[in-house]
């Protein structure tokens, strides 16, 4: 997000052997994730794969009500496997829908040995398909790497997530303006929705996302109980 460093650091690969190193790009699968499913809210129109707009919540006349019902909507993505997966709580990036865990093995405190790799070894700036009928794609963008341990989401409910990520201590210091840039504009946030061949995207667009975002904002960003 402009001028501010990324919210992700970078992990990098345990020890390979060399044989190991040059079987990784066909082994990755995809590393951000899928949608914790969420209450159904009978204000809401959206499904599977779209999210509900700003105004469909306009019938909730509480205020507070209103902003927290806009973040769990807004939630499906941040609770989607394509997010999940590089949020994690063990500092080890997991794959796929299941959340299963990444394949080599890697973690974010390992150190860049000589036979290790940075994460953009096989992670390029764009997500690069493969011959592999169970693996489609490699997932790749500008900057890729895992969420900070501060901002580990998996495991976690909506509320917490909610508490966790407008938390200054916990979300690198920024406002909640800052946060609303960061997930309506930011490009990696913005690989959810176009994660590459044989992943599913996040629900809705990444401009429905920010509105939500907005207008959780301009409610006074409460959080679901």
Do not use: Y
């Not at 807004?74 to 999940?84: E, I, K, N, T, Y």
């Not at 495991?155 to 909640?176: F, H, M, W």
Request: charged letters at 20%; a negative charge.
């Amino acid at each position: 997000m402009s001028g501010e460093r990324p919210l992700r650091n970078r992990p990098s690969l345990k020890r390979l052997s060399p044989w190991a190193i040059a079987a990784v790009p066909a082994m990755l699968v995809a590393a951000l994730g899928a949608c914790m499913t969420t209450a159904d809210h009978p204000e809401t129109a959206s499904t599977k794969n779209t999210l509900a707009s700003v105004e469909s919540f306009s019938s909730i006349s509480d205020p507070a009500q209103r902003s927290a019902a806009l973040f769990v909507e807004a939630a499906r993505v941040l609770q989607h496997p394509r997010c999940l997966n590089c949020h994690p709580v063990t500092r080890s990036p997991t794959q796929g829908d299941d959340l299963h865990p990444h394949v080599p093995p890697i973690s974010s405190d390992a150190d860049i040995a000589a036979s290790g790799m940075p994460c953009s070894t096989c992670h390029q700036t764009h997500n690069s398909p493969t011959s592999s009928a169970g693996i489609r794609s490699i997932p790749g963008a500008e900057h890729w790497g895992l969420a900070p341990a501060s901002m580990a989401w998996q495991g976690l409910t909506t509320a917490e997530v909610c508490e966790q990520i407008k938390d200054p201590a916990r979300n690198g210091n920024r406002s909640l303006e800052k946060i609303r840039v960061h997930l309506a504009e930011d490009h990696l946030v913005g690989w959810a929705w176009h994660p590459g061949e044989g992943r599913e995207p996040v629900p809705g667009t990444q401009e429905q996302f920010g509105e939500l975002i907005a207008a959780w904002e301009e409610t006074g960003a409460h959080c679901p109980q």
